[in-house]
């Protein structure tokens, strides 16, 4: 668990810098972080009664640990989410900016109609960012 709180804890740090990339990379380690503590809760659910009976002052240090774990996925959740929607926003606009269609705003020479509107001719991305 101590593991998978400074993973998720760097994670977090991560995306708050906008280092998405070098978040995304720690993907795998963090599933095998989670898978681990999911048995692990899984066994300790099972074997509750005995664990207390056995190590009362390890069952309160678990439980300790919890407390601090819920806050910081809470957190890292919300960061996540935030991201999520930063990076759909700019989707959503650069679709709607392909899609426009570029059209004159005035009157052409003489006082003529201005032209059809036409498709935008193609889409710059710059990958520095």
């Known amino acids: 668990m101590s593991e998978l709180?400074?993973?998720?804890?760097?994670?977090?740090?991560?995306?708050?810098?906008?280092?998405?990339?070098?978040?995304?990379?720690?993907?795998?380690?963090?599933?095998?972080?989670?898978?681990?503590?999911?048995?692990?809760?899984?066994?300790?659910?099972?074997?509750?009664?005995?664990?207390g009976n056995l190590a009362p002052g390890a069952v309160e240090a678990l439980h300790l640990k919890h407390g601090e774990f819920q806050p910081i996925l809470r957190i890292n959740l919300a960061v996540l989410a935030t991201a999520r929607e930063v990076a759909d926003g700019l989707l959503r606009k650069v679709a709607e900016g392909a899609g426009a269609k570029s059209s004159a705003k005035t009157y052409g020479p003489n006082g003529s109609k201005p032209e059809k509107p036409k498709p935008i001719d193609g889409l710059t991305v710059n990958q520095s960012l």
């Not at 995306?15 to 066994?43: C, F, H, N, W």
């Open 5 to 51: 709180l400074r993973t998720i804890e760097h994670e977090t740090a991560l995306v708050r810098e906008g280092k998405l990339a070098e978040a995304g990379e720690l993907q795998p380690l963090k599933a095998d972080l989670i898978s681990i503590y999911m048995r692990g809760m899984t066994y300790v659910r099972d074997n509750s009664v005995a664990l």
